[in-house]
């Protein structure tokens, strides 16, 4: 492990993951947020994927698919939660499930998009207290990376036991490993290959706004995937999946 890779293209970028530090991330030879040190061997880098056989069951993506899949550990160590100094932004994929039907179980009630928001926010508070966090959905007048483009351009990076990890080098990326961790830095506990996140990235169906079950033909991502993590499929707003939780400015 410890390789570094990058490309050249309208997104340069470098995957590596780090080791937290009180004064945020380290640097990547002269120049990049992020360290070598302190790389994980259960993050995967994204010239090494694990490949879906083809007729892989359960498997939204098509044969071949670079996915992610959960080997089966158990990350439940705490974070640390210092803010100061850090050149990157959270981001995380919600610990529960929720159908089409956003509610949060907050005072006021709140549903639709600002009860998406709330539970990211409310789960956020593990990895920044005091900082808002955004779902990544569809609005109907904005789109996903709409709702939470930030004003100044800061790479994305997940929590785990052993630091942050960066997944995304900014807003429309590719992510360089599998979008699965929580905000509390533990993945998901189901199979990957079946794991999947609201987005209404591809219809721009948004279950009514968030608010209704009967609606049909709302997009969803694959968390496992690679490439259709943003866009895997649709279903109907009956069905429960995760949102993906991004910090804003």
């Not at 030879?29 to 490949?51: L, N, R, W, Y």
């Not at 109907?140 to 483009?149: K, T």
Request: hydrophobic share 35%; aromatic share 6%; charged share 20%.
């Amino acid at each position: 492990m410890g390789r570094t890779i990058g490309f050249e293209g309208t997104w340069k970028w470098a995957l590596v993951m780090v080791a937290a530090a009180p004064s945020g991330l380290g640097a990547i030879g002269c120049s990049g947020p992020f360290s070598a040190a302190g790389m994980s061997e259960s993050e995967p880098a994204i010239d090494d994927p694990v490949t879906s056989p083809p007729g892989d069951p359960g498997d939204p993506g098509d044969p071949g698919e670079p996915v992610v899949r959960d080997a089966g550990a158990v990350d439940s160590a705490p974070i640390d939660a210092a803010d100061a100094g850090r050149t990157f932004r959270w981001a995380f994929v919600s610990k529960g499930k929720t159908s089409g039907a956003i509610q949060a179980g907050v005072l006021p009630p709140k549903q639709g998009l600002e009860a998406a928001d709330a539970i990211c926010t409310s789960e956020g508070k593990t990895l920044a207290p005091g900082k808002v966090f955004k779902a990544l959905l569809h609005s109907g007048a904005q789109r996903p990376w709409d709702r939470v483009a930030p004003t100044s351009p800061k790479p994305y990076a997940m929590p785990s036991p052993t630091g942050p990890v960066q997944i995304l080098s900014g807003p429309g990326a590719a992510p360089a490993v599998a979008f699965d961790r929580t905000a509390e830095g533990s993945r998901l506990s189901g199979v990957l290959s079946t794991e999947t996140a609201w987005t209404g990235a591809d219809t721009g169906g948004n279950c009514r706004s968030w608010t209704a079950t009967s609606s049909t033909d709302t997009s969803f991502g694959n968390v496992g995937s690679l490439t259709k993590w943003l866009s895997a499929g649709s279903g109907t707003c009956v069905e429960e999946r995760h949102v993906y939780c991004f910090e804003v400015d």
